[in-house]
């Protein structure tokens, strides 16, 4: 596993970016394994940047995101591809039709969970896939359990997760209790995995993910059985890191 300690958010963003950047100029055509929540939109805003300036050509990428809440639509502003389609999407040169994002509409959860991990081996697999993570050791969606999860599955969120997210709502309530999610297993078949960690109040879980046992009860210490990780995290929370 490599580890870069950055200085601070926008140094950690910059640096997840270029990872990124250099696998679409490696592989133009490349597979893309894409996050929500706060963390890489730091990244993407690096990847816009790149892109406008025209260092940077998405035309051939496809891209596969990790998860969506069950129940919501496209169009709703707290979907995952709402956030995709603003933090990312419509400000590159991606064709739309060639990313993709679990049906949140879908109310059969087998029906969804299949149709999605059809459509990830319909690519041949993702060739880099950003994760970030969560305080409880959550990649995705996937939370503690007793084993790890395979291919995508329809997960009830825990209390924590439900309280994370609740920023993003008017209440609580709001907030959807399921979502579809990759599965670990899936998450584990991509040939490079980059996962980013900022703040100090990620420095305990990156300690016990990446220095503990390899455990489903912490959900992201399986990578340390990925033969290719890259972690990179800011100062506060690669603390115990270095």
Do not use: W
Request: aromatic share 8%; with cysteine; charged share 25%.
């Amino acid at each position: 596993m490599r580890v870069y300690c950055e200085k601070d958010y926008d140094q950690a963003s910059r640096r997840a970016a270029n990872i990124i950047a250099a696998q679409v100029v490696l592989k133009p055509d490349c597979v893309l394994g894409l996050a929500t929540g706060s963390t890489p939109v730091g990244a993407y805003k690096e990847l816009i940047d790149k892109c406008e300036k025209g260092e940077l050509d998405f035309s051939q990428v496809r891209s596969v995101n990790l998860d969506e809440y069950k129940g919501l639509s496209p169009e709703n502003d707290q979907s995952y591809r709402y956030f995709m389609n603003t933090n990312l999407f419509d400000h590159i040169n991606i064709d739309k039709n060639n990313t993709n994002v679990p049906n949140g509409l879908e109310p059969d959860a087998d029906k969804a969970c299949a149709d999605y991990d059809a459509i990830i081996e319909s690519m041949g697999g993702v060739d880099l896939q950003l994760l970030g993570l969560g305080h409880n050791g959550h990649i995705a969606f996937n939370e503690p359990a007793e084993e790890f999860s395979k291919g995508t599955n329809c997960v009830k969120l825990t209390q924590m997760t439900i309280d994370a997210n609740a920023r993003f709502f008017e209440s609580k309530d709001d907030v959807p209790k399921e979502a579809y999610t990759m599965g670990i297993g899936s998450i584990m078949k991509a040939k490079k995995i980059l996962i980013v960690a900022c703040g100090e109040d990620k420095a305990e879980i990156v300690k016990k993910a990446f220095t503990g046992p390899i455990t489903p009860q912490v959900p992201a210490s399986v990578l340390q059985l990925h033969p290719d990780v890259t972690l990179v995290g800011d100062a506060a929370a690669m603390k115990y890191m270095v």
